[in-house]
């Protein structure tokens, strides 16, 4: 046997790479390199003979996958790779491509994006009385309960009781939209993401004689992130390996963070209790962070009461300094501490690629967006997008743009561009049309200039004039801030906008929401679009110097997971911002903001620094915070509790 294969490898992964054939949970800390145990249990299989064909190797990213491919081709000295290694859906379209005759699928399935699905349940949605469609939810939320429905494997009526409130007198509606949708689908010979799942799962329960042939042709299984499969794909896994019960899964249970997308905490914490037989191994040693960061992060967890046992121990023996709790009189004082600090370690040769700023929501970011771009500090948000480019955000600024001159053809030809049947031609005419007329926003009321529009777009556009109108109106009175305009405009039309064109609208919704809060104070709109202008010439300014490693990382603690920095900076660790408030009203809900704090403490190798303002003006007045309940869970020991003051800057 190659002896490469255990080359690097400590004990406790060497015995996770040579387990038994069988059942294996291999509870991979945080930092403990379950990437390298799961490449050399591959590697390990193959120079015992089993042959390429019948391992399946299932991540949850393309990079992962391809990740795994290469660090193959560098381990081994043979030929070998791995036949069939990729995301659970690529997998599951491979599959339907080859079986898909057994459930109805006819050659390849034709799979359409999120954008063809939204245009799908708004044609379900217009046979439905006018009526019907104004009380009905929008595409986009419509079709995040039926994805939902599939992934948790449960009725449309219980995702919507559970995660849906006001969709509850709806649920029959729901329900025949989603059949109708199925059924329009299925006609057209078209697949959705998730019917790769479902049609996977199908052709296994399809006959006794497929799931043999596929029992066989995958008699290894491994999953990475297992912590991160929701019901739909364990199911699958646990079908796959019912008779051969070979299925090794490397994860975290501490790290289980994305339950918004379907993710089921309880496939790997029952996994034991399903496997009666696996063998369970635990990779403790972290080779990421100092002792006194693992120390707090160890204290976190035990907090919740549903995780399988573990402790990281640090492979780096330098002590280092312990993390911070960082007392802050505000969050206008938050971002110019992190300015400032940002500012020294620069300065003392920290590179700015080793710096990141965490936050529990975007919006958070925002202040500390401004300050660092007012000190010329390069950055960068791990989406690729700063908080202005987002593109909710840029709808928004091209309605107060357009408040604020009318005559700013670019940000009408966005807004119009938005609406349904309207193609950018159509929308370049129409705007050159507009050159002449008097008043911009009555003429996209007015049915004589409409008919000079496409007849399928003449709703949207004169719905468009009627919300410009009125924001104009309100702003005209002069009392109204910035925040009241961009809450007028979310909730006179734009928040149906958001669902029916843009991804995670509810994120969009919060962000917006949140947006407002911050700009309360401000009754200046010139003054505002000037600032935002002034803000991002400096960034370009800042940015024009670097290279994307020269940058300091803004990111949410989700984008935020599998990476690591020297120094991490936490915002804003207040009740009903970290744990979120929504959070607060269930124990399961609670215990994720939970695993989500201590997948952000983990991500600092050096120094962490959490950041507790006393008080928010996001709201054009002074408002009490409070401290996080989760900073009472550490206790005061493991941390340094410090304090700064404006002129302590």
Same mark, same amino acid.
């Given at each position: 046997?190659?002896s490469?294969?255990f080359?690097g490898?400590?004990?406790e992964?060497?015995?996770?790479?040579?387990?038994?054939?069988?059942?294996?949970?291999?509870?991979?800390?945080?930092?403990?390199?379950?990437?390298?145990?799961l490449?050399?249990?591959?590697?390990?299989?193959?120079?015992k003979?089993v042959?390429?064909?019948?391992?399946?190797v299932?991540?949850?990213?393309?990079?992962?996958?391809?990740v795994?491919?290469?660090r193959?081709?560098?381990l081994?000295?043979?030929?070998?790779?791995l036949?069939?290694?990729?995301?659970f859906?690529?997998?599951?379209?491979?599959?339907?491509?080859?079986?898909?005759?057994?459930?109805?699928?006819?050659?390849?399935?034709?799979?359409i994006?999120?954008?063809d699905?939204?245009d799908?349940?708004?044609?379900?949605?217009?046979?439905m009385?006018?009526?019907?469609?104004?009380?009905?939810?929008?595409?986009?939320?419509?079709?995040?309960?039926?994805?939902?429905?599939?992934?948790?494997?449960?009725?449309?009526?219980?995702?919507i009781?559970?995660r849906?409130?006001?969709?509850?007198?709806h649920?029959?509606?729901?329900?025949?939209?989603?059949?109708?949708?199925?059924?329009?689908?299925?006609a057209?010979?078209?697949?959705?993401?998730d019917?790769?799942l479902?049609?996977?799962?199908?052709?296994?329960?399809?006959?006794?004689d497929?799931?043999?042939?596929?029992?066989?042709?995958?008699?290894f299984?491994?999953?990475?992130?297992?912590?991160d499969?929701?019901?739909?794909?364990?199911?699958?896994?646990d079908?796959l390996?019912?008779?051969?019960?070979?299925?090794?899964?490397?994860g975290?249970?501490?790290?289980?963070?994305?339950?918004f997308r379907?993710?089921?905490?309880?496939?790997i914490?029952?996994?034991?209790?399903?496997? @009666?037989e696996?063998?369970?191994y635990?990779?403790e040693?972290n &080779?990421? !962070?100092? $002792?006194?960061?693992?120390? %707090? +992060?160890? /204290?976190?967890?035990?907090?919740n009461?549903?995780?399988?046992?573990?402790t990281?121990?640090a492979?780096?023996?330098?002590?280092?300094?312990s993390?911070?709790?960082?007392?802050?009189?505000?969050?206008a004082?938050?971002a110019?501490?992190?300015?400032?600090?940002v500012?020294?370690l620069?300065?003392?040769?920290?590179? @700015?690629?080793?710096?990141?700023?965490?936050?529990r929501?975007? &919006?958070? !970011?925002? $202040?500390?967006?401004f300050? %660092? +771009?007012? /000190?010329?500090?390069?950055f960068?948000?791990t989406?690729?997008l700063?908080f202005y480019?987002?593109?909710?955000?840029?709808?928004?600024?091209?309605?107060?743009?357009?408040?604020q001159n009318?005559?700013?053809?670019?940000?009408?030809?966005?807004?119009?561009?938005?609406?349904p049947?309207?193609?950018?031609?159509?929308a370049?005419?129409?705007?050159k049309?507009?050159?002449?007329?008097?008043?911009?926003?009555?003429?996209?009321?007015?049915?004589s200039?409409?008919?000079?529009?496409?007849?399928?777009?003449?709703?949207g556009?004169k719905?468009l004039?009627?919300?410009l109108v009125?924001?104009?109106?309100?702003h005209?009175?002069?009392?109204?801030?910035?925040?009241?305009?961009?809450?007028?405009?979310?909730?006179?039309?734009?928040?149906r906008?958001?669902?029916?064109?843009?991804?995670?609208p509810?994120?969009?919704?919060?962000?917006?929401a949140a947006?407002?809060?911050?700009?309360?104070?401000?009754?200046?709109?010139?003054?505002?679009l000037?600032?935002?202008?002034l803000?991002e010439?400096?960034?370009?300014?800042a940015?024009?110097?670097?290279?994307?490693?020269?940058?300091?990382?803004?990111s949410?603690?989700?984008?935020?997971?599998?990476?690591?920095w020297d120094?991490?900076?936490?915002?804003?660790?207040?009740e009903?911002?970290?744990?979120?408030?929504?959070?607060?009203a269930?124990?399961?809900?609670?215990?994720?903001?939970?695993?989500?704090?201590?997948?952000?403490?983990t991500?600092?190798?050096?120094e962490?620094?959490?950041?507790?303002?006393?008080?928010?003006?996001?709201?054009?007045?002074?408002?009490?915070l409070?401290?996080?309940?989760?900073l009472?869970e550490?206790?005061?020991?493991?941390v340094?509790e410090?304090?700064?003051?404006?002129?302590?800057?």
């Amino acid at each position: 046997m190659d002896s490469r294969i255990f080359d690097g490898l400590n004990p406790e992964q060497k015995e996770a790479v040579m387990a038994p054939d069988g059942p294996a949970l291999v509870l991979a800390g945080a930092g403990s390199g379950k990437t390298r145990v799961l490449t050399h249990r591959v590697a390990w299989l193959f120079e015992k003979g089993v042959p390429a064909h019948r391992v399946l190797v299932l991540t949850f990213t393309k990079k992962a996958s391809r990740v795994m491919q290469q660090r193959l081709v560098d381990l081994l000295t043979g030929p070998q790779v791995l036949l069939w290694s990729g995301t659970f859906h690529h997998v599951g379209y491979r599959l339907l491509r080859e079986f898909g005759n057994r459930i109805g699928f006819s050659g390849t399935p034709v799979v359409i994006d999120r954008e063809d699905q939204v245009d799908l349940v708004k044609t379900v949605l217009a046979g439905m009385t006018e009526s019907a469609r104004k009380e009905m939810a929008p595409a986009g939320t419509i079709l995040n309960v039926i994805s939902l429905s599939k992934n948790l494997q449960t009725p449309v009526e219980d995702v919507i009781y559970d995660r849906f409130p006001s969709l509850i007198p709806h649920i029959e509606e729901v329900r025949r939209l989603e059949s109708e949708y199925e059924g329009r689908k299925k006609a057209a010979r078209l697949a959705d993401f998730d019917d790769l799942l479902t049609g996977w799962l199908a052709i296994l329960e399809s006959g006794l004689d497929v799931l043999e042939v596929l029992r066989k042709r995958f008699r290894f299984i491994l999953v990475d992130e297992y912590q991160d499969t929701n019901p739909l794909q364990a199911r699958i896994l646990d079908l796959l390996a019912s008779e051969h019960k070979s299925l090794f899964v490397v994860g975290d249970d501490s790290q289980s963070i994305y339950s918004f997308r379907g993710a089921h905490v309880e496939n790997i914490l029952t996994f034991p209790e399903r496997y @009666p037989e696996a063998r369970i191994y635990r990779l403790e040693t972290n &080779y990421r !962070s100092t $002792p006194p960061i693992l120390d %707090l +992060a160890n /204290r976190i967890i035990l907090g919740n009461e549903r995780r399988i046992e573990k402790t990281l121990r640090a492979h780096q023996e330098n002590k280092g300094q312990s993390p911070q709790a960082v007392g802050l009189y505000s969050d206008a004082d938050q971002a110019h501490y992190i300015g400032s600090t940002v500012e020294q370690l620069l300065d003392g040769g920290t590179l @700015p690629a080793e710096i990141a700023i965490l936050y529990r929501s975007h &919006y958070l !970011s925002l $202040p500390v967006q401004f300050e %660092l +771009a007012r /000190r010329k500090i390069p950055f960068s948000v791990t989406s690729g997008l700063r908080f202005y480019e987002q593109a909710h955000i840029k709808d928004v600024l091209a309605h107060l743009r357009l408040i604020q001159n009318p005559r700013d053809y670019l940000a009408l030809t966005r807004l119009l561009r938005m609406i349904p049947r309207m193609g950018e031609r159509s929308a370049e005419k129409l705007v050159k049309a507009l050159e002449s007329v008097e008043d911009v926003f009555i003429a996209l009321t007015e049915d004589s200039f409409l008919k000079t529009s496409p007849g399928l777009a003449r709703e949207g556009i004169k719905k468009l004039g009627e919300r410009l109108v009125s924001l104009r109106s309100i702003h005209q009175k002069g009392d109204a801030t910035v925040g009241v305009l961009v809450m007028e405009i979310l909730e006179n039309g734009y928040r149906r906008d958001l669902y029916d064109i843009r991804e995670d609208p509810e994120d969009r919704e919060s962000d917006l929401a949140a947006f407002a809060e911050q700009l309360d104070e401000l009754t200046d709109l010139e003054g505002f679009l000037g600032e935002i202008t002034l803000l991002e010439n400096l960034e370009e300014m800042a940015l024009a110097k670097s290279s994307e490693p020269d940058r300091v990382v803004l990111s949410t603690i989700h984008q935020a997971k599998g990476l690591e920095w020297d120094q991490v900076f936490l915002l804003s660790m207040n009740e009903g911002i970290f744990p979120s408030e929504k959070s607060a009203a269930r124990s399961r809900d609670l215990e994720e903001e939970r695993r989500l704090f201590y997948v952000a403490v983990t991500r600092a190798r050096k120094e962490l620094m959490l950041c507790v303002p006393e008080s928010s003006s996001s709201r054009g007045r002074a408002e009490r915070l409070y401290p996080s309940r989760f900073l009472s869970e550490i206790g005061p020991d493991l941390v340094s509790e410090v304090r700064y003051e404006s002129w302590n800057f």
